[in-house]
């Protein structure tokens, strides 16, 4: 399965999904390959140290995404795409390869009026596709007393995509994790909230994913070069 967390807007939180739930899918017992499609790569770094057991490759340009990710599909239960904050075309080609799209979005009343925009490219890919990639959009650095919610809901409700009831809280340690080379529930007792909602969030999202895998069944990513 191939899945792309997208959002044409960069600072939204794209990369702390992608690292987040690439270890994830790893600890539930999965091959899993990162595919850093952001010219910055800041997390085929992150989760080299984050989760080692993670494959990663980068992948520099559309034609790269177009042409490897069938590839890829078929050396890991999971590829994660992280994908950039301003490439359009870049957002084209993971969605027209994507199987389920995550789109984190901030929680305020500019991004609502925004997140039409936001999508655009989303659509353009669903209407090619005939309705795929399936998408979720996921409330991103929401502050404890955020009271837009409903906002963002009937927005959502207008694009016709699902909201995950799960949100990522706008915490610290978020900002810290990639620093220190880890991910929140290996953090310590300071990480427990948000490793308890992140974990929650991918039980939502992908629920036929935390079953664990049987011992020894999943399959094992070829190693590749970082490009």
Avoid at 36 to 55: F, K, L, M
Avoid at 138 to 157: I, P
Avoid at 192 to 197: C, T
Wanted: a positive charge; glycine letters at 6%; one cysteine or more.
């Amino acid at each position: 399965m191939i899945i792309t967390v997208a959002n044409s807007k960069g600072g939204v939180g794209k990369s702390t999904l992608a690292v987040h739930l690439a270890a994830w899918l790893s600890e539930q017992g999965h091959s899993v390959t990162l595919a850093d499609c952001d010219t910055q790569h800041s997390s085929s770094e992150w989760i080299n140290e984050a989760a080692p057991n993670v494959h990663s490759v980068r992948l520099a340009n559309p034609d790269a995404i177009l042409n490897d990710l069938p590839t890829l599909r078929h050396e890991a239960d999971y590829i994660v795409a992280d994908g950039p904050g301003s490439n359009t075309e870049t957002s084209r080609a993971l969605l027209l390869r994507a199987d389920l799209a995550i789109v984190p979005c901030k929680a305020s009343m500019l991004e609502v009026r925004a997140l039409a925009k936001a999508t655009d490219v989303l659509r353009q890919a669903q209407d090619i596709r005939d309705g795929e990639p399936k998408a979720v959009i996921v409330l991103s650095m929401v502050g404890k007393r955020y009271r837009l919610t409903q906002d963002m809901k009937e927005a959502a409700s207008v694009l016709n995509l699902p909201l995950a009831s799960r949100s990522l809280i706008l915490r610290q340690i978020y900002a810290d994790a990639p620093g220190q080379g880890s991910v929140v529930w290996k953090m310590g007792a300071r990480g427990k909230e948000a490793a308890q909602e992140v974990r929650q969030l991918f039980r939502e999202i992908l629920p036929e994913a935390a079953r664990k895998a049987r011992s020894g069944k999943g399959r094992k990513p070829q190693r590749r070069k970082a490009a």
